[in-house]
């Protein structure tokens, strides 16, 4: 046979027909190494098994030195996910850390748990010691409120609602307490510590830190901070212990072995010390939030904040330039979507797109446009509703999500059947003096003072979405055993949709939230 022929043949021979595909799952690579792995099937024919035994950190590092931060082939860091737990963070802190569209996590429930004992942020009040101490008095009368509320919920619950026979006595007041602190709930300050679990990818932490870093609030910048040195620095092993006295026992055998079991059983992981080392503030998101929080004060000069429903179903705009301009300003505001979208219909266009300018002039190299630029979807909710129940919103990743900043200028909500209860009064009144002591404390201070508003504190945010989410949305949250003031928002999407929309009403499997619940079933 011809040579020609024979490597034709070889060929034809290694290129046959292979049926038997291999599926296997992977434990034990360091996040980073792993990431390398999976990166080489782009570059290399060699399996996960073989190209896992031949990576080395070092050799990992220096691929991602040069495809990641040189090439700028991002991609790379979403195959390397990451574990971390953040404890004792504030409740205002932990809402600006999970707000990420690639996040996934749990934290504690201010629905199912006593935070009366879960201590709380202290923040900066740069020696004043009298807005210290005027801090300090507003977040104690706010947990004497909590105290009262739960209690006498609970009281009036216990009252009110027979304990089925076939139910138990600890099940009964169990149940019973959770539905307590739904109430209590509206009580907690943002400066109330939480506790939480995130899995990111390295991509989503790159970024993450990088938005905590630049964030105006000294704890998250601090936050950011300390995951950075979390992902650079060595991990803490479930195992490690139990491997740490296994390797005791093994030197004590056989010195020969010690050496060699140790750099596989207490070797120090460090789970992404290359993907977040230059994590760094950013100048461009810094620069842009001042200049934008500038231009809305000039576009909305003279204005007063319309009163606005809980939920507002903004039709299609006119433009996409000025659905932009608005999504810019709102999100640095604290005006209505609707509102200040017939100010910008009202500028001239140099001054629309000028406004749109602002949003990306700033941007660097390596930056992604702001979340503000993500425009288009046939939907979009203005949403004015009680921060606790806004955190359960949050947890939507699929919607673009723009958040204003926290303040008690909307006033605050009353949770369910809080008048029924002959709680009203001690409720509104905790309210309306923590309100008073943060306008007070704002003057000098604003971002310290947003700590001690109560999450019954009415806070506003645009949820922009498909249909099918917003069904979705609807369906999930109009449940029974959720909370009221989700239920109540999600009922009035789909009511607002309905309204729209009405041939696209029957597709839609909400819960009518008129219905009475069963305290015990929720």
């Known amino acids: 046979m011809p040579e020609t022929e024979a ?25 980073e190494v792993l990431a390398y792995a999976m990166a080489k099937y782009s570059r290399s024919a060699l399996s996960m098994k073989e190209s896992l035994r031949e990576i080395s950190s070092q050799r990992a590092e220096q691929f991602l030195n040069t495809f990641y931060f040189q090439y700028g082939h991002r991609s790379i860091a979403d195959l390397a996910h990451l574990a971390f737990a953040v404890e004792r963070l504030s409740l205002l802190a932990a ?38 101490a005027t801090f300090r008095q507003g977040i104690d009368d ?6 009262d509320i739960a209690e006498g919920t609970f009281e009036s ?112 992981v460090k789970t992404a010390p290359t993907l977040v080392k230059y994590a760094a503030p950013n100048s461009y998101e810094m620069a842009t939030r001042v200049e934008l929080e500038q231009a809305a004060r000039e576009v909305m000069a003279g204005q007063i904040v319309d009163a606005a429903p809980v939920v507002d179903l903004i039709e299609s705009d006119p433009s996409l330039e000025v659905e932009l301009a608005t999504t810019l300003l709102y999100g640095a505001s604290h005006f209505p979507y609707r509102q200040i979208r017939l100010m910008v219909e009202g500028l001239d266009e140099a001054r629309r797109n000028e406004i749109i300018l602002i949003g990306a002039r700033n941007r660097g190299r ?57 709680l009203e009064s001690r409720y509104s009144g905790a309210v309306l003096a923590a309100h008073k002591t943060y306008a007070e404390l704002a003057k000098t201070a604003p971002e310290s003072a947003q700590y001690l508003l109560p999450l019954g504190t009415r806070n506003r945010a645009l949820f922009k979405m498909d249909f099918a989410e917003a069904l979705y949305i609807s369906e999930l949250r109009s449940q029974p055993q959720g909370h009221y003031s989700y239920r109540r928002v999600a009922w009035e999407m789909y009511e607002a949709v309905q309204r729209r929309h009405p041939a696209l009403a029957g597709l839609f499997r909400t819960t009518d939230v008129r219905e009475p619940v069963d305290v015990l079933k929720r």
């Open 366 to 422: 390596h930056d992604e446009l702001l979340r503000e630029f993500s425009a288009g979807q046939a939907l979009k909710f203005d949403i004015l509703m009680d921060i606790g129940g806004f955190r359960d919103m949050h947890r939507h990743r699929k919607c673009i999500q723009v958040m204003q900043s926290f303040t008690s200028a909307h006033g605050f909500d009353l949770p369910e059947g809080i008048r029924e209860m002959k």
């Open 95 to 132: 809402i600006v850390l999970v707000d990420e569209q690639r996040w996934d996590g749990q934290e504690r429930s201010t629905r199912y748990q006593n935070f009366r004992k879960s201590g709380w942020y202290m923040p900066d009040f740069g020696g004043d010691t009298g807005a210290e």
């Open 157 to 268: 619950l216990k009252s009110s609602v027979v304990k089925p026979e076939e139910m138990k006595a600890e099940s009964y007041e169990r149940t019973l307490r959770a539905r307590a602190f739904d109430v209590a709930r509206y009580m907690l300050p943002l400066a109330t510590n939480t506790s939480l679990g995130q899995i990111v990818n390295a991509r989503t932490l790159e970024t993450q830190v990088s938005r905590l870093l630049s964030s105006p609030f000294a704890e998250i910048r601090e936050l950011g901070e300390k995951l950075r040195t979390a992902a650079s620095g060595a991990a803490w092993n479930v195992h490690g212990e139990a491997l740490a006295e296994l390797q005791e026992k093994i030197a004590a055998l056989d010195p020969a072995l010690a050496g060699e079991s140790e750099s596989l059983l207490v070797r120090e």
């Open 142 to 147: 706010l947990f004497a409120a909590y105290h």
């Open 7 to 31: 490597a034709t043949s070889a060929t034809l021979s290694e290129a046959s027909p292979r049926n038997q595909t291999e599926v296997f799952a992977v434990h034990g690579a360091d996040p």
